[in-house]
């Protein structure tokens, strides 16, 4: 049954999630060369300073499009006013919040993809250097990964509120916070969640642990979530 509502989920998908994850794959890159290209080209790292340069900008762009997500998607039961229909379906309510749920992970999965394409070919038009696949594989991944408890909050919230005035402004300015919270040398503000999607990034030692809790706080998240769904009445 669980299959039957993701697919559901699919087909209810307004277009803009479909090309939300290009245009996000494309801004990334797009920002990351352009920085690269004008102010960091000529310093030692060379092309390879590009991935530092995308490590400034890609957890603004996973959490601003993992936003704009999760909010067009519960907006759209909000809006034509369908949620009590789909609680009235012989399917259990976890399910239906669980779809779309996997459904923003998967178009934010795609973003990664895309960027590893765009940034793949701007290397080897630009440069011979043998392209560092760790780099360049986990860097996208990994804060996609890591938005994971991120994506649960806001999935949470859009549900939660009509109006979508809030969960918007709540994920921008994450998004945004996301820009400097990894960077301070306070604990606490790194085990934010905004925080999570630069920590994971392989250019920073001890990577993998901010994964692992990113995945670890995802989980418990959505498993909140999923509880207040259920309980919840909509109107």
Same mark, same amino acid.
């Given at each position: 049954?669980?299959?039957?509502?993701?697919?559901?989920?699919?087909?209810?998908?307004?277009?803009?999630?479909?090309?939300?994850?290009?245009?996000?794959?494309?801004?990334?890159?797009?920002?990351?060369?352009?920085?690269?290209?004008?102010? $960091?080209?000529?310093?030692?790292?060379?092309?390879?300073?590009?991935?530092?340069?995308?490590?400034?900008?890609? %957890? $603004?762009?996973?959490?601003?499009?993992?936003? @704009?997500?999760?909010?067009?998607?519960?907006?759209?039961?909000?809006?034509?006013?369908?949620?009590?229909?789909?609680?009235?379906?012989?399917?259990?309510?976890?399910?239906?919040?669980?779809?779309?749920?996997?459904?923003?992970?998967?178009?934010?999965?795609?973003?990664?993809?895309?960027?590893?394409?765009?940034?793949?070919?701007?290397?080897?038009?630009?440069? +011979?250097?043998?392209? !560092?696949?760790?780099?360049?594989?986990?860097?996208?991944? +990994?804060?996609? @990964?890591?938005?994971?408890?991120?994506?649960?909050?806001?999935?949470?919230? %859009?549900? @939660?509120?009509? +109006?979508?005035? $809030?969960?918007?402004?709540?994920?921008? $300015?994450?998004?945004? %916070? %996301?820009?400097?919270?990894?960077?301070?040398?306070?604990?606490?503000?790194? @085990?934010? !969640?905004?925080?999570?999607?630069?920590?994971?990034?392989?250019?920073?030692?001890?990577?993998?642990?901010?994964?692992?809790?990113?995945?670890?706080?995802?989980?418990?998240?959505?498993?909140?979530?999923?509880?207040?769904?259920?309980?919840?009445?909509?109107?």
């Amino acid at each position: 049954m669980i299959l039957q509502v993701i697919r559901a989920e699919g087909y209810k998908l307004k277009k803009i999630c479909w090309w939300l994850p290009l245009i996000q794959g494309c801004v990334l890159t797009g920002m990351t060369v352009m920085e690269w290209y004008l102010y $960091f080209r000529q310093g030692p790292g060379g092309v390879y300073a590009g991935f530092a340069v995308m490590f400034m900008f890609i %957890s $603004f762009v996973m959490l601003l499009g993992g936003t @704009l997500l999760a909010s067009i998607m519960a907006g759209t039961e909000h809006d034509t006013q369908t949620w009590k229909q789909l609680m009235a379906m012989p399917v259990p309510r976890s399910y239906i919040y669980l779809s779309k749920m996997l459904w923003i992970v998967i178009l934010q999965f795609g973003t990664a993809l895309i960027t590893i394409a765009g940034m793949s070919l701007i290397w080897v038009l630009y440069t +011979n250097e043998p392209i !560092p696949w760790r780099v360049m594989l986990l860097q996208p991944i +990994n804060a996609s @990964l890591a938005t994971l408890p991120v994506l649960a909050i806001q999935l949470w919230l %859009s549900t @939660l509120f009509i +109006n979508q005035a $809030f969960p918007l402004a709540f994920g921008i $300015f994450g998004s945004i %916070s %996301s820009l400097f919270l990894a960077r301070t040398s306070i604990l606490w503000i790194k @085990l934010l !969640p905004w925080s999570y999607p630069a920590l994971s990034s392989p250019l920073i030692k001890g990577y993998v642990m901010w994964v692992i809790i990113a995945l670890c706080a995802g989980v418990i998240f959505i498993g909140l979530g999923t509880l207040q769904f259920r309980k919840h009445e909509f109107k």
